[in-house]
């Protein structure tokens, strides 16, 4: 019999018995998950973010210019909602959103600010927020049509 071939018998009969021979408890936490595969709630509440738009658009701007728009929202849910952080597509893009737990009906606000300068032409940004809410992520986008500082004159 060829050497490589009893290694690999050995090698798979320890794996076989091995693998079979240790009971393995599920942690309960896996088991109580609080959300099912339907994204409701089974055991306790959830908190839901319930932005009143997604989208803003700024119209018409001039570079060099700072836009800024406040992005309303709910919890909507049935527990404290947390934001863990938020995130931009862009470093001319910068946010300001609440730090503590937002209780169960509480409206709170994602403020987003644009800087234009550099930028000429259509934008559109993204901003992503993380919540303990499921699903986990909610990204909101604002746009804006930038025009140069020598439009304004015509």
Not at 12 to 24: N, P
Not at 76 to 89: K, P, Q, R
Request: a neutral charge; hydrophobic letters at 35%; charged letters at 20%.
């Amino acid at each position: 019999m060829n050497p490589c071939f009893k290694v690999f018998l050995l090698v798979s009969l320890v794996l076989v018995f091995a693998c079979g021979s240790e009971k393995k408890d599920i942690p309960a936490d896996v088991v109580r998950n609080p959300a099912s595969a339907s994204g409701k709630s089974v055991t306790g509440g959830m908190p839901v973010i319930s932005f009143k738009s997604d989208e803003h658009d700024f119209g018409k701007v001039y570079e060099g210019e700072t836009v800024s728009y406040g992005f309303p929202f709910t919890n909507t849910g049935n527990a404290d909602l947390v934001i863990s952080s938020v995130s931009t597509s862009c470093g001319c893009t910068v946010t300001d959103f609440p730090k503590d737990a937002i209780k169960v009906g509480e409206e709170k606000t994602v403020t987003v600010s644009f800087k234009t300068e550099g930028k000429r032409g259509f934008q559109q940004k993204t901003v992503t927020v993380l919540a303990n809410t499921v699903p986990n992520s909610k990204v909101l986008t604002i746009k804006a049509q930038v025009l140069s500082s020598g439009d304004a004159e015509q």
